[in-house]
């Protein structure tokens, strides 16, 4: 059983697994890359270990150079975090062949969920509901591509084979437009991944993306925490989740169908940890199996905040070989959780990714409010890895109470030195739909923009004129005084002193 | 002394009257002006209503952040004012633009060539940055020329990547 834990990860997500080790009292590894010495990471854990260049590549997607860093630290066990490392098989191998515990699934699991055609077959044998597309069939060229999408009919999505998080991801609307986007998504998968293969998927339209929380311990309990609501996406990105879903709202028999058809699909891998399946739900509550994520997801918190369970600690405890503390009885959703997920881009120009010093922050904070970051005041934002800088989480009694809640603490929050998409969040808690719990994954692409967002709100424009006015006032003036300053090029006090000698 | 606050066709006077008081279009405010933080957070009490902004500068104009939307506006005295509409005022259109890196990263793809003629809104250069691939387009018709970057180029925030004429 081990006693120190290296994760092989960065960002809040490092964080969150370090302040999970601290409150079990295991000591911690991290690894940085040149452009992380400062990260908050680094800050927290008991050791760190410099990794290489900024690139990923060069770093965090270093395997050998991670394995030989657990070895020399005498960590116990790597926790990969999501993204990087996080659904390698081989990497998950590696780890067992060095005999350190991977907190994460079994490398057999990681394997059959990765490839998601194979996933999709396995899951599909089991009497699970799959949406069409080109599942087991490994990796295919272009040509073949092309020619299955004749077949399916358009529109379809080009996912990557080993991707996640909208990576490698390209929509097909015409057949013309498919050879570029296949090459687009290959380069993206390669680029994120070290994977360039790619599949396709026929788009559900209308479709909601729901997802369910299951741990697994080696025992062989599986559980599942109930579902989240992530729907709320741009480009395939998600920006926003919430748990429980409201579309899902009262319906208990719906959710426990899609918990105990979550908990078949993990079994069917012979799951071991925490994971999340991934439904497509159409407006009439049929739902597919998208995929299985065999790691600990972004959005995680939310489903704490409405279980109560700490599910970073449960992985570790899973992975030290214990049972799990509680049984499927013994879960219930309580109150409402929402994730607003502060990327570093600009909304008012094009999603842009913004890089730069964070020169000052204010934080939210107050009852009911969870803020997940690895970015502080002086941090500087690189241009290497992803631009989620922090989640905001709140929890309320009810869900207008939680909507309340996010709207006023996306109000206390400042971020100042870099561009954030919280403008985005603090109009998507004013958008009429969205409070309602009527969107699907196309709202934010089809029916939400900044500036119709922005017109019925009350005008502030000669408020605006005031401050601007004002800003621009005191640097003129500013300026000025720095100019009568420099008239006189020695000090006064010189001055004065040379004027009374004169006298004398 | 007197501003004139443009947002949009909108054109807003300012009067500072002095430290707290401020005469907007007419309209006389009692306030009260401080920075909470840094220079970039703005507290104003406007006849004891309280606001908070965020107001930074950039090369549109002053952006103010204030309860969730934002607003754009070009602030100029009286005597800014006059000059610029004794020359003739605007922004011309015939002014070359260059194509700046708005960060660091790598060139993707640039799908137009020196001398090709380009539409408003035409993409120039795919750039990759955060793992996002960027389409950095153009904001106006025009010629591309002098094209400095191919795919595969790694650039640096404020390169010159092109430009249009």
């Known amino acids: ?504 | 002394m007197k501003y004139v606050a443009t947002t949009g066709d909108r054109e807003i006077t300012v009067e500072i009257v002095d430290e707290h008081h401020v005469i907007v279009d007419g309209v006389s405010y009692e306030i009260d002006f401080e920075s909470v933080s840094e220079q970039t957070v703005y507290s104003l009490l406007a006849n004891n209503q309280s606001h908070e902004a965020l107001v930074y500068e950039s090369e549109d104009g002053w952006q103010v952040l204030l309860h969730g939307s934002q607003y754009v506006l070009v602030v100029e005295d009286e005597r800014e004012r006059r000059l610029r509409a004794s020359l003739g005022g605007g922004i011309p259109q015939n002014v070359d633009f260059h194509l700046r890196a708005p960060m660091p990263g790598l060139i993707v793809t640039v799908p137009v060539e020196d001398g090709q003629e380009i539409e408003k809104g035409d993409v120039l250069v795919v750039l990759e940055s955060m793992k996002m691939q960027n389409e950095l387009k153009s904001p106006r018709p025009g010629k591309v020329s002098r094209v400095r970057v191919k795919p595969g180029d790694s650039v640096e925030q404020r390169d010159t990547l092109l430009s249009v004429i």
Not at chain 1, 81 to 95: H, K, M, S, T, V
Not at chain 1, 303 to 323: F, H, L
């Open chain 1, 1 to 504: 059983m081990f006693n120190k834990v290296l994760i092989a990860n960065r960002g809040e997500i490092a964080v969150r697994i370090i302040r999970a080790c601290r409150d079990l009292g295991i000591g911690t590894v991290a690894v940085y890359s040149e452009a992380d010495r400062e990260a908050m990471h680094v800050r927290l854990a008991d050791q760190a270990y410099y990794l290489g260049p900024a690139p990923s590549r060069d770093s965090y997607l270093r395997a050998d150079k991670i394995l030989a860093i657990a070895k020399k630290s005498e960590a116990g066990a790597i926790h990969p975090g999501y993204g990087f490392l996080a659904e390698r098989a081989d990497f998950a191998q590696a780890c067992l062949d060095e005999n350190l515990a991977f907190i994460g699934p079994k490398p057999s699991s990681i394997a059959a969920m990765g490839d998601k055609g194979v996933a999709r077959a396995k899951v599909a044998a089991s009497g699970v509901p799959v949406v069409p597309g080109t599942e087991g069939e490994g990796a295919l060229s272009d040509e073949e591509l092309l020619a299955l999408a004749e077949q399916f009919g358009l529109p379809l999505l080009i996912k990557a084979t080993a991707g996640g998080g909208g990576k490698g991801m390209r929509e097909v609307q015409t057949m013309e437009d498919m050879p570029g986007l296949l090459q687009a998504a290959r380069r993206e998968a390669e680029a994120s991944f070290g994977d360039g293969n790619v599949y396709l998927e026929k788009l559900v339209e209308g479709a909601r993306h729901i997802e369910i929380q299951i741990l697994a311990d080696s025992h062989g309990n599986v559980i599942h925490l109930g579902e989240r609501e992530c729907s709320l996406q741009r480009r395939h990105q998600k920006l926003l989740e919430e748990s429980p879903s409201p579309f899902i709202g009262d319906d208990e028999d719906l959710r426990q169908r899609m918990g105990s058809v979550a908990v078949r699909a993990a079994q069917a891998v012979d799951y071991i940890n925490a994971g999340t399946i991934e439904f497509l739900v159409d407006k009439d509550k049929n739902f597919y199996f998208l995929e299985m994520n065999t790691r600990l997801q972004v959005e995680h918190p939310i489903t704490e905040m409405v279980t109560g369970i700490d599910i970073v600690k449960e992985q570790i405890r899973i992975a030290r070989g214990r049972q799990m503390r509680h049984s499927q009885d013994a879960i219930s959703l309580s109150g409402w959780a929402i994730e607003c997920r502060i990327n570093a881009e600009d909304p008012y120009n094009n999603y842009l990714p913004s890089t730069g010093k964070i020169t000052h922050m204010i934080l939210p904070t107050g009852p009911g409010v969870r803020l997940d970051t690895g970015v502080y005041s002086g941090f500087r934002i690189s241009p290497y890895y992803d631009s989620l800088i922090a989640k905001l989480v709140v929890s309320g009694e009810s869900r207008g109470e939680a909507l309340l809640r996010m709207r006023r603490a996306l109000e206390e929050f400042k971020i100042i030195g870099i561009r954030t998409n919280i403008p985005f969040h603090q109009l998507m808690m004013d958008s009429t739909r969205f409070v309602a719990g009527q969107y699907d994954t196309r709202f934010v692409e089809e029916r939400f923009s900044m500036e119709a967002a922005e017109e019925g709100k009350e005008d502030l424009s000669e408020i605006a004129a005031i401050l601007a006015t004002l800003v621009a006032h005191q640097q003129t003036q500013r300026a000025a005084h720095i100019i009568q300053r420099n008239e006189r090029d020695t000090s006064n006090w010189k001055w004065v002193g040379r004027w009374e000698r004169m006298q004398r």
